[in-house]
Structures are given as structure tokens and as C-alpha cells.
């Protein structure tokens, strides 16, 4: 996927799925030994019926609760968050709640960083880490974005692209 200079980019729908996925195996890792502690205790405690009812609704609702959050999270991300390359550098703009925009200028990249784990390299997806001069927002990320357009940007940002090259 060429990504095109001074036009706002979404990330890469994989992002979504693979985010998702994400939020299930956790929830799924979080949750099953919550599960088998909340069984023991209902069974272990001198409670009464409605008490151990109570228990285990609580693990329900809890566990329902972030499941829906891992499956509209990812989503809501995504169409939350842009970035912009040009001749200048690379802007963010995310936020869900609270919205911000980050510009990394191009004579302030230092180095970066191309990321994926095992999911990522599952749906060609990746996460670009950009280090700056400075302090403040010394390392900025982006995850989401394809492989292809992660590769192309961090070649562009650390002046391997030149100014005329296709796709960047």
C-alpha cells in the first residue's frame, strides 16, 4: 500500500481484528483462573445459594464488560486515528475521549524502530517507534499500520526516501 505524502492515512483494517484477537487472549487468560477462584470460593464458603449466585454473576458481568470492550475498542480506535506524511514530518492525530496531535519533524528523527509480534506478523501489520532529539515525547509510536507502509515511512523519516520516490 503506497502511502501518499500530505494526505491523512487510517491504519491498516487488520488492526482491528488482530487487536481484537489480542483483547480475547487476554480476557481469556485473565478470566479462566478468575473463574476456577471464584468456583473454589463458592464452593469452599459456608455461603448461602444467593451469595454464591451473586459471585458468580459478578465474574459474569465483569467478564462480559471486557469482552465488549475488547471488541468495540479496537474498532473505535481505528477510526480515531490518522497520520500524515510530508515533506515536514510525520503528524498523529488519535484520541478517542481525549484527542491529541503529535508532529515529529524530520530533522528531529534520530532512529526508529519496525515492530511485530506474533500477531502482527500474522496479519502483516506493525508498529513504527520513532525517536527524537529531546525529552519530551522522545519515542513516539504508531501501531496499526501495514508492514509495507511501516517500512516505507521509517525510510522516508531517516532520509532513505528521497524526495521524488514513488509511494512514499
Do not use: C, N
Not at 502511502?3 to 488482530?18: K, Y
Not at 449466585?53 to 459474569?60: C, D, E, P, R, T
Not at 480506535?77 to 481525549?98: A, K, M, V
Not at 517500512?151 to 531517516?158: A, K, M, V, W
Request: proline fraction near 5%; glycine fraction near 8%.
Amino acid at each position: 500500500m503506497p502511502v501518499d505524502r500530505g494526505q491523512d492515512h487510517a491504519l491498516d483494517p487488520h488492526s482491528v481484528i488482530a487487536a481484537r484477537l489480542t483483547g480475547a487472549i487476554v480476557i481469556a487468560v485473565v478470566a479462566m483462573p478468575a473463574l476456577v477462584v471464584v468456583v473454589g470460593a463458592a464452593v469452599a464458603a459456608p455461603w448461602r445459594p444467593a451469595q454464591k449466585l451473586v459471585l458468580l454473576g459478578a465474574w459474569a458481568l465483569a467478564t462480559g464488560a471486557a469482552t465488549i470492550l475488547a471488541f468495540t475498542w479496537p474498532a473505535a480506535r481505528y477510526r480515531r486515528i490518522r497520520y500524515r506524511i510530508d515533506d515536514h514530518g510525520l503528524t498523529i492525530r488519535r484520541g478517542i475521549f481525549w484527542r491529541s496531535e503529535t508532529f515529529v519533524p524530520r530533522s528531529r528523527v534520530q532512529h526508529t524502530d519496525v515492530l511485530q509480534g506474533p500477531l502482527q506478523r500474522a496479519f502483516e501489520i506493525a508498529t513504527l517507534i520513532v525517536h527524537t532529539a529531546g525529552t519530551q515525547d522522545a519515542s513516539v509510536g504508531l501501531s496499526g499500520l501495514s508492514y509495507r507502509a511501516a517500512l516505507l515511512i521509517r525510510d522516508f523519516l531517516i532520509g532513505g526516501g528521497s524526495e521524488k520516490e514513488e509511494g512514499v
